[in-house]
T-cell receptor, first 115, second 116 residues
Framework: AQSVAQPEDQVNVAEGNPLTVKCTYS??????LFWYVQYPNRGLQFLLK??????LVKGSYGFEAEFNKSQTSFHLKKPSALVSDSALYFC?????????????FGGGTRVLVKP | SAVISQKPSRDICQRGTSLTIQCQVD?????MFWYRQQPGQSLTLIAT?????????ESGFVIDKFPISRPNLTFSTLTVSNMSPEDSSIYLC?????????????FGPGTRLTVT
C-alpha cells in the first residue's frame, strides 16, 4: 500500500520569506513523487516530480523539492514566497511496483502568503 | 502536456437524479482516471478507464453508482447515479502517469456538483 501525509493543514508565511510545505510518504518499493497546486475554482496544476537522479528537483514558478529517502520525505520549498502562491498544495506518490499508475494524494496544505 | 476539458463545469442537481460528466483530451491517451474531491478534502481515485476494457474501480466505488464509458482514446464519461447530497463534490478527470515517458498526471478543470 502507498500513502502520503501532509502534517500541516495550513502554512502562513509573509511575502518574501521562505516557504516550506511538508510531505512524507510510505511505499513498499521505490517512489515516484509529485507536487500539485490548486488555485480557487481551478483544477490541479502539476508543479514538479521526483523520479530518479538528483534529490533536489526544480519545478514551475520557482518551486523546488528535496527527496530524502532516509526520512521518506519530499518537502516543497520556495526561497521567497509571493502573495500569488496562496493556494492549496497536494503531495502525491506512486509506488513504482504498483500496477495501474495509481496516484495517492496527501490531505493537502493550504498556503497563505500575507503581504 | 495534454489539454483536458470537462463538461459541465458545474451543476446543481436534485437527489435521485443522475449526471453524466464528459472528459475530452486533445491527444490520444491510454489511461484516463476519474477522481472525486469532496469539500475541503483531498483527491480520491474513483476508477481507471482504459479504452476497450472495463473500468477498474477503487475500493468503495462501484460501477452501478459510477458507470464509466471510454469509447475512444480521447474521451470518457463518468455518470453519478441516483445522487444524494453526499455526492456533492468536484469530479476531475486526468491523463498520463507513465505513458510516452511522462510520469505525471494532468488534470481537467473539474466539474463542481451540488446535490440538493
Amino acid at each position: 500500500a502507498q500513502s502520503v501525509a501532509q502534517p500541516e493543514d495550513q502554512v502562513n508565511v509573509a511575502e518574501g520569506n521562505p516557504l516550506t510545505v511538508k510531505c512524507t510518504y510510505s511505499v513498499s518499493g521505490n517512489p515516484y513523487l509529485f507536487w500539485y497546486v490548486q488555485y480557487p475554482n481551478r483544477g490541479l496544476q502539476f508543479l514538479l516530480k521526483y523520479i530518479t537522479g538528483d534529490n533536489l528537483v526544480k519545478g514551475s514558478y520557482g518551486f523546488e523539492a528535496e527527496f530524502n529517502k532516509s526520512q521518506t520525505s519530499f518537502h516543497l520549498k520556495k526561497p521567497s514566497a509571493l502573495v500569488s502562491d496562496s493556494a492549496l498544495y497536494f503531495c502525491a506518490v506512486r509506488d513504482i511496483k504498483a500496477a495501474g499508475n495509481k496516484l495517492t494524494f496527501g490531505g493537502g496544505t493550504r498556503v497563505l502568503v500575507k503581504p | 502536456s495534454a489539454v483536458i476539458s470537462q463538461k459541465p463545469s458545474r451543476d446543481i442537481c436534485q437527489r435521485g437524479t443522475s449526471l453524466t460528466i464528459q472528459c475530452q483530451v486533445d491527444s490520444q491517451v491510454t489511461m484516463m482516471f476519474w477522481y472525486r474531491q469532496q469539500p475541503g478534502q483531498s483527491l480520491t481515485l474513483i476508477a481507471t478507464a482504459n479504452q476497450g476494457s472495463e473500468a477498474t474501480y477503487e475500493s468503495g466505488f462501484v460501477i452501478d453508482k459510477f458507470p464509466i464509458s471510454r469509447p475512444n482514446l480521447t474521451f470518457s464519461t463518468l455518470t453519478v447515479s441516483n445522487m444524494s447530497p453526499e455526492d456533492s463534490s468536484i469530479y476531475l478527470c486526468s491523463v498520463g502517469g507513465g505513458t510516452s515517458g511522462s510520469y505525471e498526471q494532468y488534470f481537467g478543470p473539474g466539474t463542481r456538483l451540488t446535490v440538493t
